[in-house]
Each structure stands twice: as C-alpha cells, then as structure tokens.
C-alpha cells in the first residue's frame, strides 16, 4: 500500500476491521514517515446490468448513484458516511441476488427505503424524481402518508 504522504511502498498494518458488506478497513503507518493512514478493500464482485423501463441495458454505477443520493440529501443533516452505507448496503443486495439482470426498479426501491430511514426530506426530494410525482397533490398525498407512518 502506498503512502499519501510520501509515496513510499512500506507500510505495516496497526489495525483491522471489518464491515457488514464484506468490506475490510485497515489503518497503517508508513515505514519511512511514520504518517498513519486508513485503506479500505473490498471484494470485487460483479454486480448485475440495470434494466431500465424502456427496455436498455446499462452497468450499474456506483458513482451515479451517489450522485442522485448526494442531490436529494443537499443541504440535510446526512453524513457522508450515511450516504456511503446505503450506496454500499444498495450494491450488497444486487449483488447478492446472484442474477445476470436486475430491473432498474429494484435499485430505485433500495434507495427510496434507506432514505425513508435517514431523512424525510432527502426521502421526498427522491421520491418527486423516482416515483414521478409531477403535480402538488401526489406530493401532498406521499408526505400525508409519511406523517401517518
């Protein structure tokens, strides 16, 4: 593992730990500088092509996700490291369906439940783009069904 600080190669492994995803964090010190730093592997397994609802096909992306979730939760109280969980906890479940194909839909669904969880705002930002509430009285009648919940 190189170092941030140095570039040097050398480091040794102070401590590990592990995530429910399967993930591993270690946290090093460098050999020449003696800086400490954190690496974070996780295994790479495939995750399944997204099935959109006009029929297309694409590659899940991780990044694109985030983006989406970053923009519903602007300006809330989330942590990065929240939006990180339900990003990870997303990937997790498709690829633990273990199928070559996923509908877009399932994604969709993840996200919306996590951020039901985290933040009701974030959760309604979401919901107007995913569920297609295009006029006040859906959005009115998603959050009345919030308040009641």
């Known amino acids: ?3 941030p600080y140095c570039q040097n190669n050398d480091s040794k492994v102070l401590d590990t730990t592990h995530d429910s995803h399967g993930g591993i964090r270690r946290r090093r010190e460098c050999l020449r500088c003696g800086q400490r730093f954190s690496s974070y592997e996780r295994a790479i397994l495939s995750t399944p092509l997204l099935v959109k609802q006009d029929g297309t096909r694409e590659e899940f992306d991780r990044e694109k996700l985030a983006r989406g979730i970053r923009i519903a939760c602007a ?5 990065a490291a929240d939006i990180e969980r339900l990003i990870g ?3 997790s ?13 399932v994604v969709g669904d993840r996200v919306i439940e996590g951020l039901k969880e985290m933040d009701h705002i974030a959760y309604i930002r979401y919901a107007i783009v995913y569920l297609r509430l295009d006029d006040l009285k859906s959005v009115r009648h998603e959050i009345d069904r919030l308040l009641e919940g």
């Not at 479940?93 to 839909?105: M, N, P, T």
């Open 75 to 79: 300006k809330r109280p989330v942590s």
């Open 89 to 91: 906890h997303v990937e």
């Open 93 to 105: 479940e498709l690829q633990k369906l273990g199928k070559a194909e996923v509908s877009s839909r």
């Open 1 to 3: 593992m190189r170092c």
